[in-house]
């Protein structure tokens, strides 16, 4: 269960809140991104969600209920490699939403992962694997969190997070042109969660090319960490 929002006013802004349950994790900053790791049983450590040097951020949250069309079938692309690949800049954005338009994007079996990527000038991607995309040239502002947005509140699922999409919904729309990151972590302090507990509040100031996290909903206790603006690596 996670939040991903962007906003787009006065600068390009993402905010990430990882909800995570008996799942070992940790956030690794390097000069190519600040990557948020989890440990597989299978693969190690994996790079699943954060930001890269290039300005554009990953997030996958899972989507509920669980929809069996996300199953792996045939020669579909794996959402989860989709992402990585993006996030360690192995592929580009416009690469990547040009796989999404062409080819069947799966998920895990009985698990639908969706993907919110966005990109340095604040185009948003929205992937569900067996449902479709939505691609957005940079919206003002957009709320994913563990529902389709294809079917919205149509389908009922206790952690679906409609309530956390409604509170983010109505800050980010309330929000002025000035916004920033502080009130970035607003929003995210607001969707947080303590059940399936909060453990990484990220926020990518993709103009200024700085990442900020906390980790456990320690508000006052933030990380950064900044790449060079001129950054094109691949």
Not at 93 to 105: G, H, L, M, R, Y
Not at 216 to 229: A, H, L, T, V
């Amino acid at each position: 269960m996670c939040t991903s929002i962007i906003s787009n006013r006065n600068k390009t802004l993402v905010g990430w809140n990882l909800d995570l349950l008996d799942m070992e994790y940790r956030v690794t900053p390097g000069d190519r991104g600040v990557y948020i790791e989890i440990n597989e049983a299978k693969e190690g450590w994996m790079p699943i969600f954060g930001a890269n040097a290039r300005g554009e951020f990953v997030g996958m949250p899972a989507c509920w209920p669980f929809d069996d069309r996300s199953d792996p079938k045939g020669n579909d692309i794996n959402i989860i490699m989709l992402d990585i690949d993006l996030l360690l800049m192995k592929k580009t954005f416009a690469e990547t939403k040009d796989i999404v338009e062409k080819q069947a994007i799966s998920s895990v079996p009985g698990v639908t992962f969706m993907g919110s990527l966005s990109d340095s000038s604040g185009n948003l991607l929205h992937i569900v694997p067996g449902q479709g995309y939505k691609y957005y040239e940079k919206p003002s502002y957009k709320v994913l969190t563990n529902f389709s947005p294809f079917k919205m509140d149509r389908e009922k699922h206790p952690w679906m997070g409609w309530d956390r999409y409604q509170i983010a919904e109505k800050m980010l729309k309330e929000a002025g042109e000035d916004i920033d990151v502080a009130d970035i972590f607003d929003v995210l302090k607001a969707a947080s969660q303590t059940v399936c507990p909060t453990v990484v509040s990220m926020v990518y100031d993709v103009t200024e090319r700085r990442v900020y996290w906390c980790e456990n909903r320690e508000w006052d206790r933030i990380s950064s960490k900044s790449f060079d603006k001129k950054s094109k690596e691949g």
